[in-house]
């Protein structure tokens, strides 16, 4: 029941938004072109939805998940308003449940986090669950705020600007694919590109906001044991954003809006110098 109005804002700046783009591999141009995205019927070139993703979850990690052994999936993500150059954002995480493993050695905690814009309006929900370690005698902790006000709402409707079809050149923009007619139940699309992942991947934490060390200290991440030994692991959200990435060509190039994600998970971390693809 604790609610944590997690510390910091983030105002999106348009070279950013395009920026993220680019880097991802979105293929979609609502989110590569301002033309293109009014000519769709939204005022302004939207900030792609998994750059929003990634920000609202980095936000979060300082009371959430800083501690974490592994951050264990993702589920019922809903991009549920645009956001724009010049909006600004505030995330909040509401503690669901949690429950003991391996003989208290271990605990998963289920929560859900919402993403606000300077008008206190749901930009993103989802829920995710994490696997943490007990304080062991830490001190005590830090508690949340149940009576903060938290609206996730699981049937929360979208809200998009009426949808335009964009006319003359602009129609050109995009492949011939990626049309509703064009998929078909139980289809399998294996991606052609691949991408290696360098040190790009440090300063990309830093600037959607991820403050676990895991990922940028080398000196915290060889001080781990097991799998997340070694090098600093790519922020899993990262990759998550090249995954979609790669395969917007082949399936959202022509998408109206990214609705969101039913669920998803970290099967394996990635360090500089992997390189992954998409199925």
Partial sequence: GDVFVHPRAITIDRSFAQEFAAVFHEACPIFLSAPYAQAHGFKDLPASPLMIFNIALSLGVQNDSEKAI????YYNVAFLKPVYPGDTLTARTKVVSRKEIDGGKRGIASVQTMAFN????VVLQYERKIMVSPRK?????KRGDPSANFPFNPSASIQLPDIKKPTGDLAGLTGADTYFEDFSAGQIVVHKNMRTITDEHVPWTYRVGNTHPLHYDRRYS???SGPMSGEPIVYGGLVFGWL?????RDTTENMIWDLGYTEGYHTQPAISGDTVGAI
């Avoid at 592994?70 to 999936?73: D, I, K, R």
């Avoid at 005698?137 to 902790?141: D, F, I, L, R």
């Avoid at 979609?244 to 917007?248: C, D, K, L, V």
């Fill in 137 to 141: 005698g830490a001190g005590e902790p």
């Fill in 244 to 248: 979609a990435g790669m395969a917007s």
């Fill in 118 to 121: 300077q008008n206190n309006e």
């Fill in 70 to 73: 592994a951050n264990l999936g």
């Fill in 222 to 224: 060889t001080g781990q």
